[in-house]
T-cell receptor, first 113, second 114 residues
């Protein structure tokens, strides 16, 4: 069945460390993959998009990699801060129909001061 | 620029009733999509509208319907509510009808069916 899995429902790390979140998908060959952040009681907020021909994308303390062979994307937050605590979601549009996105299960990140 | 606005923020309905949720996209955005979010199933795609036409539909029963107006505002309707329809309903708008176009979400309508 089609599925997008993200590593462990919850991830706790110490402030200042690098958080690494995983997004694994099966049965898809997406051309793009997106990452979102969601805070409790709020809608997801777009963070980064990576294309299949891009190995890596950076934005400030955020870095995303995309390995189409492994069918995996990694999301890194360097020098993590308590304000980074949130749920992070990966999303893809497998049939490139335009805006029919499938979202991952989400990883709840807690950065401990 | 104002973000995506969803109303109402909270709703409590009784099983068997129907409900209409409203979404105003970011100005200039013509694509509006709807998602259902529950703890067990996560975020699931309901449908997407672009230029007043439904372009994609997720795997939900016909009780779930929607429409988009000429000003890009959208509504979704759920008829004959069931307990399992309790969820956070999220609306998202985007500038283009493309898979590389980021989604801009509202803060959702929390629907509780009793």
């Amino acid at each position: 069945s089609q599925k997008i899995e993200q590593n462990s429902e919850a991830l706790n790390i110490q402030e200042g460390k690098t958080a690494t979140l995983t997004c694994n998908y099966t049965n898809y060959s997406p051309a793009y993959l997106q990452w979102y952040r969601q805070d409790p009681g709020r809608g997801p907020v777009f963070l980064l998009l990576i294309r299949e021909n891009e190995k890596e994308k950076r934005k400030e303390r955020l870095k995303v990699t995309f390995d189409t062979t492994l069918k995996q994307s990694l999301f890194h937050i360097t020098a993590s801060q308590p304000a980074d605590s949130a749920t992070y979601l990966c999303a893809l549009d497998p049939e490139a129909t335009g805006n029919q996105f499938y979202f991952g299960t989400g990883t709840s990140l807690t950065v401990i001061p | 620029k104002a973000g995506v606005t969803q109303t109402p923020r909270y709703l409590i309905k009784t099983r068997g009733q129907q409900v209409t949720l409203s979404c105003s996209p970011i100005s200039g955005h013509r694509s509006v999509s709807w998602y259902q979010q529950t703890p067990g199933q996560g975020l699931q795609f309901l449908f997407e509208y672009f230029s007043e036409t439904q372009r994609n539909k997720g795997n939900f029963p016909g009780r779930f319907s929607g429409r988009q107006f000429s000003n890009s505002r959208s509504e979704m309707n759920v008829s004959t509510l069931e307990l399992g329809d309790s969820a956070l309903y999220l609306c998202a708008s985007s500038l283009y009808h493309r898979p590389d176009s980021p989604l801009h979400f509202g803060n959702g309508t929390r629907l509780t069916v009793t």
